[in-house]
């Protein structure tokens, strides 16, 4: 098919809507191709909506064009035939045969900050917004095992290299910025395995279904065989998983936490007991503490199930955690330390990056029925495609109602109270791009990772700006730009505040669900743990005796996530599920034996509850500062992610669309340092070969291009791998060694900076392995003695001069342990 670009694809368009063909092509701009599409189906988009994707595409065609406008011909008889244009902001000339249409520019006299090209330009223009962090960083020699050449940014390599390097038993939380691939991370764990050697099954937990196959079609698509995920209510599927993972013939398996901690648990178990459970990955770990606090309360249980695999395992196979997630607050960080630490240390690794590509508009609150007026008008006039956000389930349910009757019949309908057949097929046709606009509540987030969404309007006031952020997150993903418009009403805010309102459980009333809870304990073997029902009445008193179901024992669980947090007990898990057990159960181990005292609840239990409550009113606050101040988002988002200024990247908002100097400026990108060395101990063999000073020189022939050497120099990299050195850095050298460093690591976990200078490298710490080129200067810091942990091998050409004495060669004035290639070789593969 014939991909048409820029001025190419609007002329194939408009010869399109003069005449449909059936000769296929299609546009590398996502709005051409839309209409595209739309017009060749005609049937499915009213005139209403394709009047919408028409005037997206004269406005962005405007936007290539040095004249800044841009018209097409809609021929007589077309299906905009009778339709009034000036609805969406389109004026039409006659001519014979036909209309000339063009775009008006849309500003409306409800925004203070217009621009002179319109509201909504700015997105429909798709201009690229991504270079101050998308370009992408030299790839590791493995990458080609999942079809990469490259890494998408020095954020996702410095993710990738420390989760490969986690050692067993530790965990390790990513922050990486949206769009920069964080599943790459788990589909080279299941390829590759961990750096110390260690393969075997990695498991991925997923909040939602819908997210789960979007992991497994993307992962079968990359080499890995199916199926994959565990999908509720297939039978078929999930038994030959099962059988697979208990034959240990899968790498990879992703499912919710609530099969993780149901029908998964025990053929995981098993992986587990036989040390070949590699890896226990949470995608979207941020809803631990956001969604396993309030309901799902089997994100927390998560915690107890890896620590019963972790200690079923022998020690040197002990499971990885991995935690990732793009929007992490310090709470969230908090709540997973507290959970996912132990038995190995618990580390973090911030690549996170602020959006460029977002144009964020905030207009102040008005009467309700003017605010949905203004709301109608930005839907016949903001780029597609669109989410519209608002708060409350009826909200949702009325805007459906409401833009049906405009004339918007391409739209669907998301909110808590979706059935989940009907939302996995809303996420499947809005992945599709079959969808121009979604309305939801936060209930339409996670999942719906597409790419090409121009358009997040709220006709609300989120309670937090983390849920804010999150949601206008849902656009630009393509890099391209993006309009986020908050159009509120006066009793938004009210609504807001509510929703802040934590509720989390009083001392008093937490204690007394303990009690009730512990009092029908049930002993196990282990010293000081028992297995407790959730689904027990809070106490035997007349208002609480007939208490029951699955909202009070949500509540129970709350209580239990409330004491592991503040320390008194630590979760292990529900019991292992075998299709027999009778209500809830959950397992814990007290770690402190004044659990059943007033006194110890109001010293440690309430200080976390208070916690919690001051984050929900802290959050708003930062909602409220942001709509009143219409400032620039980016300091409030720093702060709230506990972001540094290397996190800085400028999008667009009030401060600056007038003054475009006063956007700051973009940090530089810096690759964050791995937290984990590549390797602790190294093989005897290689250190036998190091002097006291933990180096060692290799001379070579620069100008050797023989098979034999090819062949010696590819064993001799095997060797220092497999001795323990997984960091390479080569500095100007040839082809040659480059195809060898290359071939030994296109299989194993290896890392390789190819680099002009040895200063300008970027490896893991641990041993390493430097290359240097012909003709290159020596500097005298490479051969600096080295730390434990730290050994180097460097390999230097024969004719390398010594720095500090012109004309003379190094190799005559060393002092430390040096070989000619051949001799270390020899020795190092004996």
């Given at each position: 098919?014939t991909r048409?670009t ?8 408009q ?7 059936e000769e ?14 739309a017009?060749r ?6 005139q ?11 406005v ?16 007589s008889g ?9 609805r969406v ?39 690229w917004?991504r ?17 990469h050449?490259?890494y ?19 965990s390790?939380?990513?922050?990486l ?11 080279l ?16 937990v ?14 079968i ?6 199926p994959?995920?565990y ?10 998983l ?7 013939r ?7 936490p609530?099969?993780i901690?149901?029908?998964l648990?025990?053929?995981l ?14 995608d979207?770990?941020?809803?631990v ?17 890896r ?25 969230s960080?908090?709540?997973l ?20 590509e ?7 609150p008005t ?8 709301v109608?008008?930005a839907?016949r006039?903001?780029?597609r495609p669109?989410i ?8 949702a349910e ?28 809303v ?9 121009d ?14 790419q090409?969404?121009?358009?997040v ?8 700006l ?19 418009l ?18 989390v459980i ?13 009092d ?5 073997d ?5 297995l407790l ?8 008193e007349a ?8 909202r ?13 947090r503040?320390g008194l ?5 529900p019991?292992v ?9 959950e397992?814990v ?8 005292r ?5 010293d440690?239990?309430?200080p ?45 908002c ?16 810096l690759?964050?340092?791995n ?13 036998g ?16 291009a ?5 062949r ?13 050195v ?11 060694i480059?195809?060898?460093v290359?071939?030994?690591g ?5 890392f390789?900076s190819?680099?002009?200078?040895h ?13 240097l ?14 730390a434990?942990g730290?050994?180097r ?11 500090d ?7 005559a004035?060393y ?16």
């Amino acid at each position: 098919m014939t991909r048409l670009t820029d001025h190419e694809a609007f002329q194939a368009l408009q010869a399109h809507i003069a005449k449909p063909s059936e000769e296929p092509w299609s546009a590398a701009s996502p709005a051409i191709d839309r209409l595209r599409q739309a017009w060749r189906l005609g049937a499915d988009r009213s005139q209403l909506e394709l009047a919408v994707l028409l005037r997206q595409v004269l406005v962005r065609e405007a936007s290539q064009r040095q004249s800044g406008s841009a018209r097409l011909l809609m021929p007589s008889g077309s299906p905009l035939d009778g339709f009034d244009l000036g609805r969406v902001g389109l004026e039409a000339s006659p001519l014979s045969g036909g209309q000339l249409l063009s775009a008006r520019a849309w500003r409306p006299d409800w925004t203070a900050d217009d621009t002179d090209d319109g509201l909504e330009a700015y997105a429909s223009s798709e201009a690229w917004k991504r270079t101050d962090f998308g370009s992408v960083a030299e790839g590791d020699p493995f990458l080609g095992q999942v079809g990469h050449s490259a890494y998408q940014s020095v954020g996702q390599r410095a993710a990738v290299r420390a989760a490969l390097t986690t050692p067993p038993g530790a965990s390790l939380t990513v922050s990486l910025a949206t769009g920069e691939g964080k599943s790459l991370i788990f589909q080279l764990a299941a390829r590759l395995g961990f750096s110390d050697g260690i393969r075997g099954l990695v498991v991925v937990v997923t909040p939602t279904v819908a997210l789960a196959i979007d992991h497994e079609n993307a992962a079968i698509e990359k080499g890995f065989s199916g199926p994959i995920a565990y999908r509720g209510g297939d039978d078929t599927s999930n038994a030959q998983l099962i059988q697979l993972i208990r034959n240990g013939r899968q790498t990879l398996c992703v499912a919710s936490p609530e099969a993780i901690c149901g029908p998964l648990r025990a053929c995981l178990g098993e992986v587990a007991d036989r040390g070949d459970l590699s890896a226990l990955v949470i995608d979207e770990a941020h809803l631990v503490d956001a969604w396993g606090t309030g309901f799902r309360t089997e994100f927390q249980s998560l915690s107890g199930v890896r620590r019963d695999w972790i200690a079923r395992a022998p020690s040197h196979r002990a499971m990885r955690t991995l935690l990732l997630s793009a929007t992490l607050t310090p709470p969230s960080l908090q709540t997973l330390e507290a959970l996912f630490s132990g038995p190995g240390p618990f580390e973090v690794l911030s690549a996170l990056r602020l959006r460029s590509e977002l144009d964020y508009r905030v207009v102040p609150p008005t009467p309700a029925s003017l605010r949905d007026d203004r709301v109608v008008e930005a839907l016949r006039h903001a780029p597609r495609p669109a989410i519209l956000y608002v708060t409350r389930v009826a909200d949702a349910e009325a805007w459906r109602v409401r833009l049906k009757a405009e004339g918007f019949s391409n739209i669907a309908m998301v909110h808590g109270g979706t059935a989940a057949t009907a939302r996995e097929q809303v996420l499947k046709r809005w992945r599709a791009g079959d969808l121009d606009l979604v309305v939801g509540t936060s209930a339409f987030g996670v999942g719906i990772d597409y790419q090409h969404v121009r358009t997040v309007l709220h006709a609300c006031i989120p309670e937090t700006l983390d849920r804010y952020y999150q949601e206008v997150g849902r656009a630009g993903r393509d890099g391209r730009a993006a309009l986020a418009l908050m159009l509120p009403a006066l009793g938004d805010e009210s609504v807001a505040q509510k929703l802040s309102d934590v509720i989390v459980i009083s001392v008093k009333r937490g204690l007394q669900r303990w009690t009730s809870m512990f009092d029908r304990r049930l002993g196990l073997d282990a010293p000081d743990t028992y297995l407790l029902p959730l689904d027990v009445a809070p106490s035997q008193e007349a208002d609480d005796i007939d208490m029951q179901g699955e909202r009070n024992s949500d509540w129970n669980a709350r209580v239990l996530a409330l004491m592991a947090r503040a320390g008194l007990v630590e979760l292990l898990g529900p019991p292992v599920w075998d299709g027999n057990r009778v209500g809830p159960h959950e397992r814990v181990r007290i770690l402190d034996f004044e659990h059943s005292r007033e006194e110890t609840w109001r010293d440690r239990v309430e200080p976390v509850r208070l916690s919690l409550h001051r984050a929900g009113a802290g959050d708003l606050q930062r909602m409220k500062d942001f709509v009143r101040q219409q400032d620039c988002p980016s300091p409030a988002l720093l702060n709230l992610y506990d972001c540094g200024p290397e996190a800085q990247a400028c999008a667009r908002c009030a401060k600056c669309r007038p003054q475009p100097n006063a956007r700051a400026p973009s940090q530089p990108r810096l690759e964050p340092l791995n937290p984990w060395p590549t390797s602790s101990l190294l093989s005897e063999t290689l250190s036998g070969l190091l002097d006291h000073n933990r180096r060692a020189v290799v001379w070579y022939d620069p100008l050797a291009a023989d098979r034999g050497f090819r062949r010696r120099l590819r064993g001799c990299f095997e060797a220092l791998h497999d001795c323990g050195v997984q960091s390479f850095g080569l500095v100007a050298t040839s082809a040659t060694i480059d195809d060898a460093v290359t071939t030994v690591g296109v299989d194993r976990v290896l890392f390789v900076s190819r680099v002009d200078r040895h200063t300008r490298r970027r490896l893991p710490r641990g041993p390493e392995v430097l290359i240097l080129g012909s003709g290159e200067t020596l500097d005298r810091t490479i051969l600096e003695p080295r730390a434990l942990g730290l050994e180097r091998v460097i390999f230097m050409p024969r004719d390398t001069l010594d720095p500090d004495r012109p004309g003379v060669y190094l190799s005559a004035t060393y002092a430390g342990r040096q070989y000619d290639f051949n001799t270390f070789y020899s020795r190092l593969t004996v």
